[in-house]
């Protein structure tokens, strides 16, 4: 990242394969995605941070990856229910990744290591997002999510992890469009559990400077108003 060219670094190599279905479940209100992945890599590349920031990349040797997507969705509210909501979904998606040094020896303290079977670095084993999209026929409607997120290896000997999270958001607002006009107010939060945790970890960094760390429950706010010519 400081502008070289790393003239020993070998092209990735390798092929996937992936199987999934999409369907319809109870009169078409849920849907129900599902895949299952295999990728096997040759010339893995992998990232360490240097002493003075530069972000260095190199060869890994090979990774054995597969795992598993998972997206369920339902519409709780049906064509022709007499009800004060126009919009009640919920969605749910889970990814399990089992990524996993192949053949892998690094060179650590001036001697060669053999880490294979280690995981890989900065994959996340377990990510399940679920979330609830609701609005009433006034033009009130409330966004919830909640992210659960698995401990993440970050160096390449998996001796620190990052610790799992689960991190939830909320917005609430009121929108109507009124002939050429819309308004738009909304109030929102961020990080409501109030949870310690780093979105940009650093992968096998100089002076162990893994964390990141990311906002504490934070909240905001906005208000549109717009007309169409």
């Known amino acids: 990242s400081e502008g070289t060219v790393n003239t020993e670094l070998e092209a990735e190599q390798g092929f996937n394969f992936e ?7 109870l009169k078409d209100h849920v849907y129900l995605d599902f895949a299952v992945y295999y990728l096997r890599l040759q010339e893995a590349i992998v990232s360490q941070v240097a002493e003075d920031g530069t972000v260095l990349f190199y060869n890994a040797g090979q990774t054995n990856n597969k795992g598993i997507e998972i997206s369920l969705n339902t519409d709780l509210i049906g064509q022709g229910q007499q009800t004060s909501l126009a919009k009640l979904h919920w969605w749910n998606s889970y990814t399990y990744n089992h990524h996993r040094f192949d053949d892998f020896v690094k060179r650590i303290a001036g001697e060669n290591v053999d880490i294979s079977g280690n995981e890989l670095t900065g994959t996340n084993p377990h990510t399940w997002i679920t979330g609830i999209d609701a609005a009433l026929k006034m033009g009130l409607y409330l966004h919830a999510s909640c992210n659960f997120s698995g401990k993440i290896p970050l160096n390449d000997i998996n001796t620190v992890y990052s610790e799992d999270y689960q991190l939830l958001n909320a917005k609430l607002g009121w ?3 009124m002939g050429s006009w819309e308004v738009d107010v909304h109030l929102g939060a961020e990080n409501l559990l109030d949870q310690k945790y ?3 970890n650093d992968l096998n960094p100089f002076g162990s400077r893994y964390f990141q760390p990311s906002a504490t429950r934070n909240f905001y706010g906005g208000f549109k108003l717009g007309y169409q010519l």
């Open 198 to 200: 780093s979105l940009g």
């Open 175 to 177: 929108g109507r469009k």
């Open 19 to 25: 199987l999934g279905t999409k369907t319809r479940l």
